[in-house]
């Protein structure tokens, strides 16, 4: 469980603005000391539409954590995987 601790409370944050962004429940694919690496998942796709799905979905979800100002612009380091 997550602690009370800033960071701990922006990475809850972070979760929550990439399930809603991606309709599907978001985790906690990697934890590094630089960060966390956010999974979340849309289900099947045919094999033709799936790359631009998963394009589409990390488009969406870094820009809505840019707009939460969970990502600051520029952060090169910051890695969100939609899958």
């Given at each position: ?15 929550a603005v990439v399930a809603e962004a991606s309709g599907t429940p978001a985790s906690v694919a990697e934890a590094t000391p ?50």
């Amino acid at each position: 469980m997550l602690s009370a601790r800033p960071q701990n409370r922006r990475s809850a944050r972070a979760l929550a603005v990439v399930a809603e962004a991606s309709g599907t429940p978001a985790s906690v694919a990697e934890a590094t000391p630089e960060g966390v690496r956010i999974l979340a998942t849309s289900g099947e796709a045919p094999a033709a539409e799936r790359a631009r799905r998963e394009a589409d979905l990390r488009a969406c979800g870094l820009s809505r954590l840019h707009a939460e100002g969970l990502l600051p612009a520029g952060n090169r380091r910051s890695e969100v995987e939609l899958d």
